[in-house]
T-cell receptor, first 112, second 108 residues
Framework: DAGITQSPRYKITETGRQVTLMCHQT?????MFWYRQDLGHGLRLIYY???????DKGEVPDGYVVSRSKTENFPLTLESATRSQTSVYFC???????????FGPGTRLTVL | LAKTTQPISMDSYEGQEVNITCSHN???????ITWYQQFPSQGPRFIIQ???TKVTNEVASLFIPADRKSSTLSLPRVSLSDTAVYYC?????????FGAGTILRVKS
C-alpha cells in the first residue's frame, strides 16, 4: 500500500517493558518524524530524521530511542515504558509540493 | 522555537465562513506557517501553507499580516464534514511547533 503506515494501531503494555512502534513510508521521503499527542498539548515532536542514519532530538525525547537504517522505516522504541508515556503516537514524513508532512494513522499506547 | 496560541474551540453553522486565528509572536524569519486538519482517530492532514500575505487553494485561504505575528485560516461555507480539530504549525526544518489545536464544531 502506498503512503505511510504505523503498527501496531493499539498497544497495551506494562511499566518497565520495552515497546517498539513501527513506521513505514513508501514515498522515499528523506525527513521523518515522531510525535506524541496528548490532551491539552497538541502534537509534540519526539525525534526526527533527516535521512537514513541521521536522527536528532525534538522537544520531548527523554525515554525514547529511534533508529533509521533504511529510508522507508523509522521505528520508535520506549526502552522502559512509564505511565506518562501513555499517549497517541504519530509518525510523519515530509515531502509534496509544499514540503508538507504526511501523517500515519497513529498508534494508541497505554502503559499500565 | 515559536510559541503558538489558538482558541480552544469554535462553533459555527453550515454555510458560514469560519476564521481561526493563530498567534505566533516570536516567529523566526525563515519560519513558514502551515495549517492541518485532524479528524478523530486519524492523523493530521495538510490544508494550506504560507509565508506572508494571502494564500488560497481549493479548500481554504490563509491570511498573514505584514508582521507575521499571527495568521488566520479561513474556511468558506463550512459543512458538517468540516467538524474537526485545526492546528497551526510554525517553523522550518526540524524546528516545528504545533499549536494546541482549535476544535471546530459545525452545526446544522
Amino acid at each position: 500500500d502506498a503512503g505511510i503506515t504505523q503498527s501496531p494501531r493499539y498497544k497495551i503494555t506494562e511499566t518497565g517493558r520495552q515497546v517498539t512502534l513501527m513506521c513505514h513510508q513508501t514515498w522515499s521521503h528523506s525527513y521523518m518524524f515522531w510525535y506524541r499527542q496528548d490532551l491539552g498539548h497538541g502534537l509534540r515532536l519526539i525525534y526526527y530524521s533527516a535521512a537514513a542514519d541521521i536522527t536528532d532530538k525534538g522537544e520531548v525525547p527523554d525515554g525514547y530511542v529511534v533508529s533509521r537504517s533504511k529510508t522507508e522505516n523509522f521505528p520508535l522504541t520506549l526502552e522502559s515504558a512509564t505511565r506518562s508515556q501513555t499517549s497517541v503516537y504519530f509518525c510523519a514524513s515530509k515531502g509534496g509540493a509544499y514540503n508538507e508532512q504526511f501523517f500515519g494513522p497513529g498508534t494508541r499506547l497505554t502503559v499500565l | 522555537l515559536a510559541k503558538t496560541t489558538q482558541p480552544i474551540s469554535m462553533d459555527s453553522y453550515e454555510g458560514q465562513e469560519v476564521n481561526i486565528t493563530c498567534s505566533h509572536n516570536n516567529i523566526a524569519t525563515n519560519d513558514y506557517i502551515t495549517w492541518y486538519q485532524q479528524f478523530p482517530s486519524q492523523g493530521p492532514r495538510f490544508i494550506i501553507q504560507g509565508y506572508k500575505t494571502k494564500v488560497t487553494n481549493e479548500v481554504a485561504s490563509l491570511f498573514i499580516p505584514a508582521d507575521r505575528k499571527s495568521s488566520t485560516l479561513s474556511l468558506p461555507r463550512v459543512s458538517l464534514s468540516d467538524t474537526a480539530v485545526y492546528y497551526c504549525l510554525v517553523g522550518h526544518g526540524n524546528k516545528l511547533v504545533f499549536g494546541a489545536g482549535t476544535i471546530l464544531r459545525v452545526k446544522s
